[in-house]
């Protein structure tokens, strides 16, 4: 292991083990009410849920509307093991994790099979019809409880294990895109057909990207069902799942620091403006219109919260002279246009880097054979140069 | 047999209501390769427009489709002009979420508008006779549903195949830019096609109301996503495509009804789901549609 990449992984992990103590020693100490630390635990549980999602459409570029469906499968399949199992209640509570994600994951995978060997906006529909039926399908069997759900499932989700599993998911998602698979799913989502022409199987990595999405988010409905205690089909209907994907677009497609921006903001917001909830919906669609808009990519767009930026900001609030930030760590987890790449490093000024505070890994590659490909692919193409964000460019009227 | 049937024309009515709603999927996906999923809330809205004409300003009821398919047709194309005209050239994806936003918009306003309870659509059907099949009974307004439908979808095939704006459709579907470089208008093509498949949608919602007199925000839902169901069924961004697939998956779905027992009723849904499952796996270009060349 490079001694850049070993380097960056100790200050990661020492920083979230420092936001870690800091909140973990609140909590101890009450500072932290009961009330606050509830709504501690359903931030790290929606920011699960959006990282996982933006896995699906920011980095994928794939619209899943039922993403609920998959937090319900986790939820239940880990409530029923904790109920059922007879085992002690922590042996059952990680069980019930991995089972819940891997049933997550077979359900994706069974839903992904006729809409992700195709081209075009099908999976929308199919989640969105998954998103329906999973909900009725819960209803109507008995063991899950029928519509009146499941009671008295083991309060056994608190914050330290909420967190470290937000951390251990930010991993995965990195390690993921920072590995060849993830080049893959970035190039197709950049540009399918001259992924394809790559010669990257398509089917396959959206498979892969899909699945590993939704296995996240049966993680976090198997946190959600120990945290809640009781599960209800009605909970992860069609506007449970627009809440994460409002959340994903509020962050900024493809930002896995923007996702948890968005999900603390988004997860506070409702529960300080009491009395708005009836209004809540209408404005997260008024949102999602202006955002689309104006900003497409989201506030944070495809830029992440990293070490560099901290760093630059430290820089500039103690006016220090420029330490050691050596200029080639990042790589953009945006496969970009080699001119906008080299301009944005060249001034300096933007967080371009994929190097988050926590759990990541850096590659020293600047410009991997695919983001070259693709930088000369969409020049060719020469089209369309207003897009200032290379999710923008995907031409629509290409058929 | 009768049985058979009535459960036959039942499922020809609800198709024609599909097939309505599914050629505004299809006419504009065609054109701006968008699935506009707020069409099934186009239709809610059309739905309540043609109740307060009826109840509220005491409109005939052919008045009253009249007034609700032009405000559908109007809203539709502010609908396009401010949501999604600015995303012409951005991604799928930007525009997708654009639709979903406007689906949700139109959703929840209509709830704080006109709050959640489902308001009953008064009878215009009560004076007119019924036509008995065997031992059962099929109101006229079945068949009178059914008819419309198909005139107005005769008229559409007309429309879009011998007139020159209708032509000019068919152009803009076929090559947007090669369109415009001919001097067609696009942005004026487009608008006419949100406003002809709002128009439809809005028709197709009072003909569903004749069967299912219950306007409520959400009521758009199922049908609009059944419809498009019917679309891919039939090939989506073909016209004719549509009307068959309406068709054909309200008779599927009517038979599903009729024949699976009562005790899984809400699983009947899921039929639908499987059809689409079904195409997209079997023949994903629909049963009208040609195989897609992919061109970079």
């Known amino acids: 292991m490079p001694k850049k990449k070993i380097r960056s992984y100790l200050i990661n992990i020492a920083a979230a083990l420092l936001v870690f103590s800091v909140v973990y020693l609140a909590l101890q100490l009450g500072w932290i009410n009961s009330y606050y630390r509830s709504i501690l635990i359903l931030i790290c549980i929606n920011s699960i849920m ?5 896995l699906a459409t920011g980095l994928l570029g794939e619209l899943c509307l039922g993403h609920a469906g998959f937090m319900a499968v986790g939820a239940y399949t880990a409530a029923l093991i904790s109920l059922n199992s007879g085992l002690s209640p922590y042996l059952s509570l990680t069980l019930g994790i991995l089972t819940g994600a891997v049933t997550a994951g077979i359900t994706a995978f069974i839903v992904g099979i006729p809409a992700l060997r195709l081209r075009g906006d099908y999976l929308a529909i199919i989640t969105l019809a998954f998103g329906q039926i999973i909900t009725i399908l819960i209803r109507s069997l008995g063991f899950t409880g029928g519509a009146l759900g499941l009671n008295g499932i083991p309060l056994l989700t608190d914050f330290p294990l909420t967190f470290w599993m937000l951390i251990v998911t930010m991993y995965i998602v990195y390690a993921l895109i920072r590995s060849r698979q993830g080049r893959a799913i970035l190039a197709i989502r950049e540009d399918d057909i001259a992924a394809e022409a790559s010669g990257i199987n398509v089917t396959h990595y959206k498979m892969l990207a899909f699945v590993i999405s939704a296995m ?32 994903v677009v509020f962050g900024g497609m493809g930002s896995i620091t923007g996702s948890i921006l968005a999900a603390v903001v988004l997860t506070i917001l409702p529960q300080l403006l009491y009395g708005f909830s009836d209004y809540r919906m209408l404005l997260y669609s008024i949102l999602l219109i202006a955002l689309m808009i104006f900003k497409p990519s989201g506030l944070l767009g495809q830029k992440e919260l990293s070490q560099r930026v901290f760093q630059r900001l430290g820089r500039q609030l103690w006016g220090k002279k420029a330490q050691t930030v050596p200029a080639e760590t990042d790589i953009p987890t945006t496969v970009v246009d080699e001119d906008t790449y080299l301009t944005e490093q060249g001034s300096g000024d933007s967080g371009v880097g994929g190097s988050s505070t926590r759990g990541q890994e850096n590659l020293p590659v600047s410009g991997t054979p695919i983001a070259e490909a693709e930088g000369k692919h969409q020049e060719r193409l020469g089209l369309d140069t207003q897009g200032d964000e290379p999710l923008a460019r995907k031409q629509k009227g290409r058929r | 047999m009768t049985y058979f049937i009535t459960q036959f024309i039942n499922g020809l009515q609800i198709g024609a209501i599909y097939a309505l709603i599914a050629l505004g999927y299809t006419m504009v996906y065609g054109i701006i390769k968008l699935i506009n999923f707020a069409h099934g809330d186009l239709m809610m809205v059309g739905a309540y427009i043609a109740f307060f004409a009826l109840s509220n300003w005491g409109l005939p009821i052919y008045l009253a489709a009249a007034v609700s398919m ?3 047709a109007i809203l539709g194309v502010v609908i396009d002009r401010i949501a999604y005209k600015p995303l012409r050239d951005a991604s799928r994806l930007s525009a997708l979420i654009t639709a979903i936003a406007v689906s949700l918009l139109l959703q929840n306003a209509c709830m704080l508008l006109f709050s959640s309870s489902p308001r009953r659509f008064p009878t215009v059907t009560a004076n007119l006779p019924t036509i008995s099949i065997g031992n059962s009974t099929v109101n006229v307004i079945v068949f009178i549903s059914i008819a419309l439908a198909i005139a107005l979808m005769i008229i559409l095939n007309l429309f879009v195949n011998k007139t020159r704006i209708g032509k000019a459709m068919l152009a803009v579907s076929e090559d947007m830019r090669a369109a415009q470089l001919m001097g067609i208008n696009v942005d004026f093509i487009v608008s006419l096609t949100f406003a002809i498949g709002s128009a439809l949608a809005a028709f197709a919602a009072v003909l569903y109301l004749f069967s299912y007199p219950q306007i409520e925000p959400y009521m758009g839902a199922m049908p609009g996503i059944k419809a498009f169901i019917a ?7 073909i016209i004719p495509g ?17 024949y699976i027992p009562s005790a899984f009723s809400q699983v009947t849904d899921a039929v639908v789901f499987l059809v689409l499952i079904l195409v997209l796996l079997i023949k994903p270009s629909g049963l009208m549609g040609k195989p897609e060349k992919v061109k970079v």
């Open chain 2, 242 to 258: 549509a009307m068959v697939g309406g068709f054909l998956l309200g008779i599927i779905e009517s038979m599903a009804k009729a």
């Open chain 2, 231 to 237: 679309a891919v069924l039939g090939g989506i961004g």
């Open chain 2, 70 to 72: 032009v405000g559908t």
């Open chain 1, 50 to 54: 959006t990282i996982s999602l933006n």
């Open chain 1, 216 to 247: 996240l988010a049966g993680v976090a409905g198997a946190l959600y069902a120990h945290y809640q205690g009781v599960l209800t089909p009605e909970k992860f209907d069609y506007n449970y799942s627009i809440d994460f994907m409002v959340m």
